[in-house]
Antibody, heavy 122, light 109 residues
Framework: EVQLVESGGGLVQPGGSLRLSCAGS????????MTWVRQAPGKGLEWVAN????????YFVDSVKGRFTISRDNAKNSLFLHLNSLRAEDTAVYYC???????????????WGQGTLVAVSS | AIQLTQSPSSLSASVGDRVTITCRAN??????LAWYQQKPGKVPKLLIY???SLESGVPSRFSGSGSGTDFTLTISSLQPEDFAAYYC???????????FGGGTKVEIK
């Protein structure tokens, strides 16, 4: 059974940093692109970042470029999101998600973690 | 940048109703579109990908159609477990980014 389990969320002050983790199991982690998606309280879904299987390609939504980084450790079946210079508008549940194994030129999500809440407030 | 506009933002319907949700892109996106269902307090679930392909395990009352700029998600006979929010999503390969529609909340009438 495919499982994705996030951790690392919490309350942080504006300007602070946090590292989120996502542990994958039940599939060959190194075979898949992985993603972070966030959802502000009561709001819709927002894509945050993608990372290729070997970590050689990384992409970010404009609003987090230069502040967030994405990485992975395939030996530990783990995905990470490093959040720096946090702002109130970064407050959200952060989900890790797996790319659906469809054609390379499509990118959808077939499995999601339960999410971890990041709250940015003084 | 490609933007997805869903309509309506919310709707009220009864069990057994046929429900249609629309997702409009501000430029042509071929059929690169997915639909997700999210129940309150739960994670999103993939329903449809490539505009009209039903994800494995998803009931056949869900269907998707469209190409280019206009897409629809149809629930042929609304069931109690279908009351949820629905989101469309597109992937653009170059430049590489993903975008979601604003969502449609389906509520009990």
């Amino acid at each position: 059974e495919v499982q994705l389990v996030e951790s690392g969320g919490g309350l942080v002050q504006p300007g602070g940093s946090l590292r989120l983790s996502c542990a994958g199991s039940g599939f060959t982690f190194s075979d898949y692109w992985m993603t972070w998606v966030r959802q502000a309280p009561g709001k819709g879904l927002e894509w945050v970042a993608n990372i290729k299987q070997d970590g050689s390609e990384k992409y970010f939504v404009d609003s987090v470029k230069g502040r967030f980084t994405i990485s992975r450790d395939n030996a530990k079946n783990s995905l990470f999101l490093h959040l720096n210079s946090l702002r109130a508008e970064d407050t959200a549940v952060y989900y890790c998600a797996r790319k659906h194994p469809v054609a390379a030129r499509r990118y959808y999500f077939d499995y999601w973690g339960q999410g971890t809440l990041v709250a940015v407030s003084s | 940048a490609i933007q997805l506009t869903q309509s309506p933002s919310s709707l009220s319907a009864s069990v057994g109703d046929r429900v249609t949700i629309t997702c409009r892109a501000n430029q042509g996106i071929n059929n690169v579109l997915a639909w997700y269902q999210q129940k309150p307090g739960k994670v999103p679930k993939l329903l449809i990908y490539d505009a009209s392909s039903l994800e494995s395990g998803v009931p056949s009352r869900f269907s998707g159609s469209g190409s280019g700029t206009d897409f629809t998600l149809t629930i042929s006979s609304l069931q109690p477990e279908d009351f949820a929010a629905y989101y469309c999503q597109h992937f653009n390969g170059y430049p590489h980014f993903l975008t979601f529609g604003g969502g449609t909340k389906v509520e009990i009438k």
